[in-house]
């Protein structure tokens, strides 16, 4: 397996990265910081990837870094077979309604930005016969509620285009698979209060390395929220717009 | 998201502003007592982190409050995410990790590639700072010392804001006052230690029974030579004749020959499911219990075993701690040293049982020579270990051992401690005025502080 990934120097790609090292991947890491990102490389060296791992500059916020950082690690990689995104960014509700810059830089980042780099990832996946683009959104995305109302917008908009394009490239070899977390204790939930279903990246991380083996186009994680997600979207909006979830 | 300021995700901060909302969540140790009101902040950026935080708290394995904010503290750094190796050379062994790798993973990861840590305590759910903080020992401690005399570098972030690379030859005081320092002398961010090959993943061991105190501390001092592990079991319940009875445990490296296969990964845990209300652990319980495992070992045994059941019987139940219901409990260890003589650990448990004082069974074990970290708790003698239940009473318990201890000129562990009292503890080591000026030269503002250094040094 020859996977490129972006996000795995933290919370749940740091997991995924993990899980594919100790099962011998060649791994190319995607991010903004070199030396974090060379960091995260060693450790996965030290946890079983293959050969050397490489690592490429790429920023989620600045679309102009994309194909570089890509055929960076095809070279690097000499090809490769999947890709993995778990970079994202997140903020309270009442943060990003405070402070509209904040709120521009996430909407770009984890919708337009995330977007434009799969459009690039999967024309490559193509180029080569196809392969896997694994993409974290959120069940945040599935209904409009109150606590997530703008990230959950960004995410919903990243759930309906990879479901369109699992439709449309899936014959033609390009297996997209969207991951739907609920709430995991990572770095980016810290300080907020953990819900009882509360994940652990590591756990999220063996449901997404699963899906990624089997080609399951949508999957929830932990699984619970998969039933908890079907009777949200079952609710009515008259009882929607009185709870407070 | 690099960028999130930390203390935007800080609840408080050492003094609260009037409209700070009150804080609800709490803090404790692996005792579970005392709690305290605080909140641990992970992040994957430890460096970042212990800017704002300089306290640091791993699996938050330490049973009393070394690993608890102080007063009028509220939050506490914690490391468990920062946990990447940095490097290992199979050639020399020598593993350079962030501070939070846990030795779970050391284990999990290295035991299959024929390494284990130089030395481990009771339980892998710790983190490598964490041993360097308690500068852990284990049940080779009579031949391989401490987790410090392995260690060849640490990073550390002191009181005064700076990233400092100590070693035994470089700031060596920091160096040895961090080996052992509970985490006081600065926040621990990576550790360099030197890993131990080993023939086989696998160990063989004997388990053999004593019939009394005297007898079990003659065959550890016996096994020393031969054993390069030992440690026992002791029944503090049982008096006269038979006080101090036990199982003694004496272990090696399993040869290649002998071992029954490689290492068989992924070992599940039940977990305690609720808290034992109080009378689940009272004396007729505690004495039932240690009957049968008395008797259990009548025969004793030899045989090759997975290094989990001969190193970390506990790990195998999760959350086991809830055995002591809801108010927890309290470890007490001690040495003894070797000039209190042969007889101090029978005046020990004496001292213990006349008292009342009941305890599952106690982990006695023989030390080698004293490490060079500041505080570093073992020293040529006899170690003996209990948990002790908190009650009314536990307190003057406490008092009344650590006054024992004191006659005998034997001193405790802190990263069992949450009861000892200021004066006993002081005047117990020598060594901490030492350990002091180590501390107040690389935090001269006094910024690093614990809970229980607030109890036992003032600040
Ligand atoms: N945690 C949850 O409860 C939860 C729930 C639902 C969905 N999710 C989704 O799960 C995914 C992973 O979340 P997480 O909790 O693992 O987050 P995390 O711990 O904050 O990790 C985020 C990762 O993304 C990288 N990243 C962020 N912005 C980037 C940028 N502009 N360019 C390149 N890399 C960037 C970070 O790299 P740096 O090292 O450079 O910071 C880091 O590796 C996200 O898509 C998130 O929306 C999370």
């Known amino acids: 397996m020859k996977v490129i990934l972006v996000g795995a120097t933290k919370g749940i790609g740091r997991a995924v990265?993990?899980?594919?090292?100790?099962?011998?991947?060649?791994?190319?890491?995607?991010?903004?910081?070199?030396?974090?990102?060379?960091?995260?490389?060693?450790?996965?060296?030290?946890?079983?990837?293959?050969?050397?791992?490489?690592?490429a500059l790429c920023d989620m916020a600045d679309p102009d870094t994309f194909d570089a950082a890509l055929a960076s690690a095809d070279a690097d990689l000499d090809g490769f077979d999947t890709v993995v995104v778990t970079a994202a960014a997140f903020a309270t509700q009442e943060r990003l309604e405070a402070e509209p810059a904040l709120l521009r830089r996430l909407l770009d980042t984890n919708f337009t930005n995330t977007i434009l780099f799969c459009e690039a990832a999967r024309k490559s996946l193509l180029s080569h016969g196809g392969g896997t683009l694994c993409v974290v959104s959120s069940v945040a995305g599935e209904r409009g509620r109150k606590p997530v109302v703008l990230y959950g917008a960004s995410k919903a908009g990243l759930s309906a285009y990879l479901e369109g394009l699992d439709h449309k490239f899936r014959p033609q070899g390009l297996v997209t698979v969207c991951v739907k977390p609920g709430f995991v204790t990572t770095s980016m939930t810290e300080g907020l209060p953990a819900p009882p279903l509360a994940g652990t990246p590591e756990a999220v991380a063996a449901r997404i390395v699963r899906a990624i083996d089997r080609g399951t186009p949508v999957v929830y994680a932990p699984g619970i929220w998969a039933l908890?997600?079907?009777?949200?979207?079952?609710?009515p909006r008259t009882v929607m717009r009185r709870v407070g979830f | 998201m690099t960028a999130k300021p930390l203390a935007r995700r800080l609840p408080g901060s050492r003094s609260p502003s009037p409209?700070?909302?009150?804080?609800?969540?709490?803090?404790?140790?692996?005792?579970?007592?005392?709690?305290?009101?605080?909140?641990?902040?992970?992040?994957?950026?430890?460096?970042?982190?212990?800017?704002?935080i300089p306290l640091v708290r791993g699996l938050g394995r330490a049973y009393g409050d070394a690993a608890l904010p102080a007063p009028g503290d509220v939050a506490i750094a914690g490391s468990t995410r920062a946990d990447r190796i940095l490097s290992f050379d199979p050639t020399t062994g020598i593993l350079r990790a962030e501070a939070g790798l846990s030795l779970d993973t050391i284990c999990d990861l290295f035991l299959p590639r024929g390494f284990f840590t130089p030395i481990t305590p009771g339980t892998r759910f710790v983190t490598l700072g964490g041993m360097v903080a308690c500068d852990v020992h284990g049940k080779n401690h009579h031949v391989d010392g401490t987790f410090g005399r392995h260690v060849g570098a640490l990073t550390v972030r002191t009181g005064t804001g700076q990233i400092v690379t100590c070693s035994p030859d470089r700031h060596a005081d920091l160096f040895w006052a961090t080996i052992g320092g509970m985490g006081l002398t600065g926040a621990v961010l990576d550790v360099t230690v030197r890993l131990t090959p080993i023939p086989s993943p696998w160990i063989f061991e004997e388990r053999e029974c004593m019939s009394d105190i005297d007898t079990f501390v003659t065959a550890?001092?016996?096994?020393?030579?031969?054993?390069?592990?030992?440690?026992?079991?002791?029944?503090?319940?049982?008096?006269?004749?038979?006080?101090g009875r036990g199982v003694i445990l004496r272990g090696r490296w399993a040869t290649a020959a002998e071992a029954p296969g490689p290492f068989p990964?992924?070992?599940?845990?039940?977990?305690?499911?609720?808290?034992?209300?109080?009378?689940?652990?009272?004396?007729?319980?505690?004495?039932?219990f240690n009957d049968v495992f008395y008797l259990k070992h009548r025969r004793g045994s030899r045989r090759v075993v997975h290094p989990y059941t001969f190193f970390y019987p506990l790990d195998a139940i999760g959350r086991w701690t809830r055995m002591y219901g809801t108010r927890g409990f309290t470890q007490y260890q001690c040495v003894l040293p070797e000039a209190a003589g042969p007889d101090a650990p029978r005046r020990f448990l004496t001292a213990l049982t006349s008292r009342g004082g009941a305890s599952f069974l106690c982990v006695i074990k023989d030390c080698g020579a004293e490490g060079q970290g500041?505080?570093?708790?073992?020293?040529?003698?006899?170690?003996?270990?209990?948990?002790?239940?908190?009650?009314?009473?536990?307190?003057?318990?406490?008092?009344?051992?650590?006054?024992?201890?004191?006659?005998?000129?034997?001193?405790?562990?802190?990263?069992?401690?949450?009861?000892?009292?200021?004066?006993?503890?002081?005047?117990?080591?020598?060594?901490?005025?030492?350990?002091?000026?180590?501390?107040?030269?690389?935090?001269?503002?006094?910024?690093?502080?614990?809970?229980?250094?607030?109890?036992?040094?003032?600040?």
């Not at chain 1, 960091?39 to 996965?44: E, I, K, T």
């Not at chain 1, 908890?228 to 609710?235: E, K, Q, T």
């Not at chain 2, 006054?403 to 562990?413: A, F, N, T």
């Open chain 2, 265 to 288: 990964g992924g070992y599940r845990r039940p977990s305690v499911p609720f808290d034992f209300p109080e009378f689940a652990l009272s004396r007729p319980t505690i004495r039932l």
């Open chain 2, 374 to 459: 500041l505080l570093s708790f073992p020293r040529p003698g006899i170690s003996i270990a209990l948990d002790i239940p908190m009650r009314d009473h536990t307190q003057a318990l406490i008092d009344a051992l650590n006054e024992q201890v004191l006659r005998e000129g034997g001193r405790i562990y802190l990263a069992k401690d949450a009861l000892s009292r200021a004066e006993h503890y002081r005047a117990m080591d020598p060594r901490i005025g030492h350990f002091l000026d180590v501390r107040r030269h690389w935090d001269p503002d006094g910024r690093i502080r614990s809970a229980q250094s607030a109890r036992l040094f003032g600040w």
């Open chain 2, 220 to 243: 550890l001092k016996g096994a020393q030579a031969t054993w390069p592990m030992t440690a026992g079991w002791i029944d503090c319940l049982s008096g006269g004749r038979s006080m």
């Open chain 2, 19 to 52: 409209d700070t909302p009150p804080l609800t969540s709490t803090l404790s140790g692996w005792g579970r007592a005392p709690v305290v009101p605080g909140v641990e902040i992970r992040d994957e950026d430890l460096r970042a982190l212990t800017k704002d």
């Open chain 1, 17 to 55: 990265a993990r899980r594919l090292a100790s099962r011998g991947a060649s791994m190319s890491l995607l991010g903004r910081d070199k030396a974090e990102l060379e960091r995260s490389a060693r450790d996965l060296e030290a946890r079983g990837a293959a050969g050397r791992v490489v690592t």
């Open chain 1, 228 to 235: 908890v997600m079907f009777v949200i979207r079952l609710l």
